[in-house]
Structure formats: C-alpha cells, structure tokens
C-alpha cells in the first residue's frame, strides 16, 4: 500500500530535488502507448517510475548496455492450481519468464475448500516477489450437474472484495443461469460492478447471439476463443479477448488470425491452464508473445498485447507501461523477435538476470491450512458398467483440445456388463464424488487415451475435482483410486495392481508446497510411464483427463452423476437405442 510520503519522495525525484533509487541507462524503450522505440534514463523510486528522461542522481546506476526495456508481461487469466504448485512457488517459475503480475481465478481450490482454500492462495502470495490478483470465483459450483466441495453464494464472495488483490468477478461459466436471469449470479455481477471490477466471462460454444447475454450483464472479457471468427465475433462486440496458449488450450495459432492493427488493443493473453513441464520447456506469456510474432504479429504490437492491453484488460492502471506512476516492473530483452529476456525487474528491483534467479528474494508466507478430507464410499462391484444395448454414446478425446467429440460405438458386453476393448481404444472412465460421501460414481466409455492395460487416476477433475479415473479394467482402477485416497490426492498410474508412479498434491488434492523441481520430475516419470502402458502421444494425459469431467465445455463430459451433452445441457444414458 502507498503512502503520502513514498510519493512524495517519487515527485521529488521527478522534480529532480532528490535522489532516485535506481537510475537505468542506455536502453531502448518500448513505448506501448505509441509503439515507438524511445531513449531516455528511467528513474526508479520506491518501486515506482519516477520519470524518464536525463537523470543523474541515484543510489544505483545500471547501464542496459543497448537492450530493449520493456513492461513486465501479465497473464490475465491463470489457474494457479493447474500448475500444482502454490502461488510463492510459481514466482520462482514466472519472474524469469518476464512475468510480473497474474490474474488469477481460483475457482478450483475453492471448489474443493471454499473460502479457506481462496484465503490460502492470498495468504501464500503475500511474500512472493509477484503480483497475484484474484478474481472471486463466480461458479462454485459451477453447475448443478456435479458434486463438489463447496457453494459459494454473492453473500459469501462479498467480503473478499475488502482484499485490495481482489479485483473482479471470475469467469462465468453458468451461462444458462446468466440467460434465465438466476439471482445470485446477477447479484455477484453487482457486487463485482459496485466495487469497481471486470467480469470475466467464459463463452465456449457461444454464438454471437449467445453472447449479447454475457454484454447485457456486463460481462466483458472472454478466453475460450478457438478460432479466428470465434475471436472476431467477441472483439466486435465489445469484448477483450483473451488468446489462450496452455497445456491442453492451444488456441493462439487459430485465433491470432483475428488480430489487425485496428483491433490489436483488445486483444491480450492467458495461459488459463498450463502445467511445470511446459512452463519449464516453453515458457509463460513470453511464449503468447514470441508464438504471435511467429504468427504476423509486429513485435512491439505482441508485446503490448502482453502489458498495457491485459492491464486496461482488468483496469489495473499502474501496471503494463515504461512511464512515469507507474510500477517499474521491467525486462530487458536483447532481441525483439525470439524475446530473449536477460533481465526482470519487479518493483524496481533485479530478481533474474540471464536467468538465474536472486533466491533470497522468493519468500513465502506461512499459513496453517488444513485441507478437507477424501471422502468417498464405494466397492469394486460399483465400478461394473452394466448395459442392455451393445450401441452406446463415447466420449472422444481430443488431444490439446478442452472440447471432445460426440461418438457412438458398438461395445462388448459379458454378463450384461461392458468390456474395456484396448483393439479399439475403449477404455472405462469413472467419477467417483470425494466430497460429501454421496456415494454418486459416474460411469462413461472414452476414446483417445491408447490404453494397452492399467489405469490412471487423479483427484484433479475440473470444476468440482472430484476423483476421475480411466482405465482398462476394474481392478487397477480401483487401486488407483485407492492409492489417492491414501496419498491425500494427486495423481496416480497403476498397471497389473502395481504402482508405476505417482504425484503426492497433498494441498486440497490440486497442490504440493514441495518445489517446481521436484513436481517437474516426478511428471516426467508419470509421462514416461505412462508411455509404457499407452500406445497415444502427443499430448498430457492428466491434464487432459482433469477436463474431461468439465460439462460447461462441449461436447461429452462426465461428473459423478452420469454423461453430460453440452448441447442439451443435460444428463444422457449412455446407450443408444437400439437399430431397427
């Protein structure tokens, strides 16, 4: 929080009457407001730019030798979660990619622990050298078609607001209740509207009709853009548009098309979703930036996409430029087109240069969270998938896709009950609630997953994050599920009732407070494995499977009360009627 005196002391420095923190030379400035290049001394005091142009006095003086200095970049819609580490943790993996600030929903968390589990997330960024702000999650649940761990009504998130780092209302994935005009989810864009914030929208799936629903109850941003019209259709109508590179979302090469000159400032960028191993091996936002360029996009255009235009994006008006007010969250970049980044400035201070992180600098917060049970009750016998007709509905995986396909297929049956068939690629999916001991199992049939024999399990089911599980026989997916039930959550891959491999998220069955490091490896072992009991590549099985429990993405999608169509936005048997 600001004080009268350290702005005081920033004018000063303006006014040339005092001396600054910092003084950088020698750069060639972004300027996001124009696009142009601009040369000048950027005055740093107290974590803010005082001024740019010829300064002399300072405590510091760092000579940036010729590179480009340019804002920090700012993922405007992130779930901490998906990377399975805690929000300190992640500054470590975000400030040497260039990423100063998110903004993130926890909506996953909060499905599982509620206000808690959002109080947790606040809690453990307070220390970390990044800026995290939170959007209150508006769908918890986020339908009425599963189970989860907790119901957050307008009353419940209205408090949260008196956080300063809670800025707006998170992605509204209940659009029939948006359309029906529901009274809570009004009321939560009220309250989002009355304490100054955007609503974030979710609009997969929606027409350009659809979407005057969203703009009448003032929503205005939207991240599941898949293509070029998809983008177009939001942009025209008002929208910022968020551009999506994740782990399973990728949809930047597609959508980027929707960029001109003429609307470039309504477009900004996310990563919504995206795992260790892929922030590791391709980056954050610097990799939105650097894939856009690759795509057409002016390199100065993508990087205001990745600053000033996410800031406006989420009304955060000291954040995103290189001028005076603003906070001096920086990067130096020897090279515009591959984004090279050698050094990340957040505050004013250096946290990364050539990569290689000032450790001290990366704090986290204590905090005593207890995270809720697993709760479940079932035996082998509820796995059995009984069916009358061979002719059933199946889901089909789409590898880096959120959405699935809409199959049908004739199955095997014995004693009335379906048979997994790996010649085929059919293999068994389960949702079993771990909530509130409801006993609800889900019961589907997926295509995709290239299953040769075993199971894999995890506690990672988006929204509700319920257990999901697929597999090629009872038997191992029991044990799977089993095993997480013992490890406290997280992610598991069985083969002939042997542990292959496993991921310990002990933090509300979606986190671990241990390093990215060793997350990053332990994935690695369970891709490899993976490997050895799957004929599919090319894609990140968990993550995948963590979606496919998600009904407000199209197409099929199971929760632990049956197979959802997203079309008829309601349950479905899974047999076919008979032909003939």
């Excluded at 979703?273 to 255009?301: C, F, M, R, W």
């Excluded at 988006?462 to 959550?489: F, K, M, P």
């Amino acid at each position: 929080m600001e004080t009268v005196q350290s702005l005081r002391e920033r004018i000063a420095v303006s006014n040339h009457r005092a001396k600054a923190d910092c003084i950088i030379q020698n750069g060639r400035i972004i300027n996001v407001f124009t696009g142009e290049i601009m040369e000048g001394d950027i005055a740093i005091k107290n974590g803010y730019i005082a001024g740019i142009g010829s300064f002399h006095e300072a405590d510091e003086i760092i000579d940036a030798k010729g590179a480009y200095i340019a804002p920090g970049f700012i993922d405007a819609h992130v779930h901490v979660e998906s990377a399975m580490i805690t929000p300190s943790e992640l500054a470590r993996v975000l400030l040497p990619n260039g990423v100063t600030t998110i903004v993130t929903d926890p909506h996953e968390i909060a499905n599982v622990a509620g206000i808690p589990g959002i109080k947790f997330m606040l809690k453990d960024a307070e220390e970390a050298p990044i800026d995290m702000f939170v959007m209150a999650p508006s769908s918890v649940p986020a339908t009425p078609q599963e189970n989860n761990g907790a119901t957050l009504l307008s009353e419940d998130l209205r408090p949260l607001y008196q956080d300063e780092k809670v800025i707006g209302l998170a992605e509204v994935m209940d659009f029939p209740s948006v359309a029906s005009g529901d009274a809570d989810i009004l009321q939560k864009i009220i309250d989002a509207k009355e304490h100054g914030g955007r609503i974030d929208g979710h609009g997969a799936g929606l027409t350009r009709d659809n979407l005057n629903n969203y703009l009448a109850a003032g929503i205005r941003t939207d991240h599941e853009s898949t293509t070029r019209d998809e983008a177009l259709d939001r942009v025209q109508a008002g929208m910022f548009v968020m551009l999506r590179e994740g782990t399973v979302g990728r949809d930047l090469k597609q959508a980027i098309e929707a960029v001109r000159i003429e609307n470039s400032h309504r477009f900004c960028f996310c990563t919504d979703d995206k795992l260790i191993p892929d922030l590791i091996q391709e980056g954050s936002i610097n990799y939105n930036v650097k894939l856009a360029i690759s795509h057409g996009i002016a390199p100065i255009t993508a990087i205001q996409m990745a600053t000033i235009n996410a800031a406006n994006c989420h009304n955060l008006p000291y954040l995103g430029a290189v001028a005076a007010g603003y906070q001096a969250d920086l990067i130096f970049l020897d090279r515009l087109e591959d984004v090279a980044i050698t050094k990340v400035f957040k505050k004013g201070r250096l946290l990364v240069e050539n990569g290689e992180r000032r450790e001290a600098e990366f704090k986290r917060a204590k905090d005593d969270f207890k995270s809720p049970p697993i709760t479940h009750h079932f035996q082998k016998s509820d796995l059995r998938l009984a069916l009358k007709s061979q002719n059933v509905r199946v889901m089909g995986m789409l590898p880096n896709s959120l959405f699935t396909e809409r199959l049908s297929a004739r199955v095997e049956i014995q004693d009335g009950v379906f048979i997994p068939d790996s010649s085929k690629d059919l293999a068994k999916m389960v949702v079993v609630e771990r909530h509130k001991g409801t006993k609800n199992i889900g019961l589907g049939i997926v295509k995709g997953f290239g299953l040769k024999n075993g199971a894999i399990a995890t506690t990672v089911a988006h929204d509700s994050h319920n257990i999901v599980a697929v597999g090629t026989n009872d038997t191992d997916i029991e044990r799977a599920i089993l095993r997480l039930t013992e490890i406290g959550g997280g992610i598991v891959v069985v083969s002939d009732e042997q542990i292959l491999g496993e991921l310990r998220l002990e933090i509300a069955g979606l986190l671990t407070a241990a390093p990215y490091e060793k997350v990053q490896k332990d994935l690695e072992k369970l891709l490899a494995v993976f490997q050895t009991i799957s004929d599919a590549s090319g894609f990140d099985p968990f993550l995948t499977l963590s979606f496919l429990t998600l009904p407000v993405i199209p197409e099929y999608k199971l929760t632990d009360q049956g197979l959802f169509d997203f079309q008829k936005f309601d349950f479905v048997p899974l047999e076919l009627e008979e032909e003939g």
